[in-house]
């Protein structure tokens, strides 16, 4: 087993996901850049919690997890959502954690749906309920290169309620990243129209807002 994983580190060298150093899954320099703090934004009437300032690193450590499917890359993202769910003082016995859905294109592509995958574990290790209460109803646009305006439009009635759940509590939203609140604010519209109460929501990265 030594001699594998030896062999193994030969082969494929642990490298930072930040920038691509050989060493370990972050190193220091990269660690800097992604150090949980608390952060919080009101957004649309809607209170988004996050850890870390989006970044290049932070864009990086986003994709290795979302796009490549890498272990360490998600703890981050775990660790980063823990961390902000333990400051941000909610009823942990009276709160539930509603993942932002992926969509068909890409739950085919990765070959899993990364928020609510990472919310199971969140709900692990925080014993907080998940209630995948939400779908997504038509095809939406990726929003990398859409603007403010773009974002609002491109998220108008995406999502729906998933199934006939009625969940007691309140609800938390959870997504990697916030930048114009255009998924988040989206997400609490269509919740709170079908008569559930959104607290709020709590996001690994916030990003300086798009105009
Ligand atoms: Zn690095």
Redesign the pocket.
């Known amino acids: 087993m030594q001699v594998f994983s030896e062999l193994s580190q030969l082969l494929f060298p642990t490298r930072?996901?930040?920038?691509?150093?050989i060493?370990i899954s972050?190193?220091?320099?990269?660690?800097r850049a992604w150090h949980p703090h608390y952060y919080l934004t009101h957004i649309g009437g809607l209170r988004v919690n996050s850890a870390v300032l989006y970044s290049p690193?932070a864009s990086k450590i986003i994709l290795a997890a979302k796009e490549r499917g890498l272990k360490g890359a998600d703890e981050l993202i775990i660790d980063a959502i823990v961390h902000v769910l333990s400051r941000a003082n909610f009823d942990k016995h009276n709160v539930r954690l509603v993942p932002i859905p992926s969509s068909a294109i890409n739950r085919r592509r990765r070959g899993r749906s990364f928020i609510p995958d990472i919310c199971d574990e969140i709900s692990e290790r925080t014993s907080i309920p998940v209630i995948p209460a939400l779908r997504i109803l038509r095809k939406v646009k990726d929003q990398s290169t859409l603007s403010a305006p773009a974002r609002t439009k491109n998220m108008h009635g995406a999502f729906g309620i998933a199934q006939k759940i009625y969940p007691r509590g309140d609800l938390i939203l959870i997504d990697d990243v916030v930048t114009t609140g255009a998924t988040v604010c989206e997400a609490a519209r269509a919740l709170n129209s079908h008569g559930f109460a959104v607290l709020g929501s709590v996001t690994a990265c916030v990003a300086q807002p798009l105009r």
């Not at 930072?16 to 150093?21: H, I, Q, R, S, W």
């Not at 972050?26 to 660690?31: A, M, W």
């Open positions: 930072c996901y930040g920038c691509n150093a060493g972050i190193c220091s320099n990269c660690r690193t």
